[in-house]
């Protein structure tokens, strides 16, 4: 396994690599990145990940030709105001696609994917390729998504052969999924982008939805399966703001077992007193809906490496907060409304 930071890599050297998958720096996570076009890499993607044949994976280009490349109708007007506004950027859009894009890569369905990445390293990769990139959260499915290139190395080690390092994600929180069916704008994946940026933008409905096939495959990864989990128990707790800090102090002293806790906050959260500080672990989410989408991964990683359960602080649904909440959701144990 090479690790080479993304100001000094040899693009020559890198695009040689897409022979096999390279995990690569993006806005939103770190991605395992494949030329489509090349099968046996696609493939290692499934096998390096564990994930499953029916998810989907996520295409990325580089220009608007490069996108009309791989889908098979004209971009709805809807669409043209979402890329205007959001492209390049945390935003995947749903295409019918052409027959010629690998099975594997669109999980047997007739659409594909979308979006372009806002991470200057990873467009100029796309761009000297010549040919979209397949690039799923570069971590073992089920697993919290990585915003490092240290996240990425806990999860693969040397199974990897290129690790390219650019710095923390930006954003920190998968993309957003949009699909646009019976005249509405569907978010499949609440991400990146919030359900309210969206709407300010759109000329039609948009809701939030989990809507499957009817053979229960999916449109979107993000969708079906159990997602983002550390090895620790994660425990969720929601309600009033003010309250939260008091009902885990209750918790953890309900539950004296327990030698290690970890306790992820947001600064509108209090825990007060810890009476034995030996056995906690506090990860500070920061205060804003944005920092704490960019430190989301990060605190549940840290706390899974000393922790035995990890208590999280819920945040509401506005701006960000659906797309943190969607995670946490997804990754606990047990829920606390």
């Not at 280009?61 to 105001?81: A, F, G, T």
């Not at 080690?157 to 994600?169: F, K, N, S, Y």
């Not at 069916?181 to 759109?202: F, N």
Request: glycine share 8%.
């Amino acid at each position: 396994m090479r690790r080479v930071k993304a100001e000094d890599i040899d693009m020559e050297t890198v695009i040689e690599c897409f022979k096999d998958v390279v995990a690569v720096p993006t806005e939103t996570v770190y991605g395992l990145a494949a030329d489509i076009r090349c099968e046996s890499a696609v493939e290692r993607i499934f096998e390096l990940k564990g994930r499953p044949g029916d998810n989907p994976l996520i295409v990325h280009v580089c220009s608007i030709d490069m996108l009309k490349s791989i889908i098979s109708e004209p971009i709805p007007k809807e669409y043209q105001r979402l890329i205007d506004r959001f492209w390049p950027g945390p935003l995947t859009l749903l295409f019918k696609t052409k027959c010629d894009i690998s099975l594997r890569v669109r999980g047997g369905l007739d659409t594909v994917a979308v979006r372009m990445p806002g991470n200057k390293c990873f467009l100029n990769i796309i761009e000297r390729l010549g040919a979209p990139i397949a690039a799923p959260s570069a971590n073992i499915s089920g697993r919290p998504s990585p915003t490092s290139a240290d996240h990425v190395i806990e999860d693969f080690g040397e199974r990897i052969g290129l690790v390219i390092d650019g710095g923390p994600c930006s954003v920190g929180l998968e993309s957003t999924v949009v699909s646009m069916m019976e005249g509405k704008l569907h978010v499949l994946r609440p991400g990146g982008i919030s359900l309210e940026e969206l709407t300010e933008v759109a000329c039609c409905d948009v809701v939030v939805s989990n809507k499957m096939l009817e053979n229960g495959k999916v449109y979107s990864p993000g969708q079906k399966y159990k997602h983002y989990s550390p090895t620790a128990r994660l425990i969720l707790f929601k309600g009033p703001e003010n309250e939260i800090g008091e009902r885990m102090q209750e918790y953890i002293l309900s539950n004296l077992k327990v030698k290690k806790w970890g306790i992820a906050l947001h600064s509108n959260v209090c825990i007060g007193k810890i009476d034995d500080k030996s056995k906690v672990n506090i990860f500070d989410m920061g205060c804003e809906k944005r920092v704490i989408s960019r430190r989301l991964f990060e605190g549940i990683r840290s706390l899974d490496k000393v922790s035995e359960v990890i208590l999280v602080a819920g945040v509401t649904l506005s701006g960000e907060g659906s797309a943190i909440m969607d995670r946490l959701e997804r990754a606990s144990d047990m829920i606390f409304e």
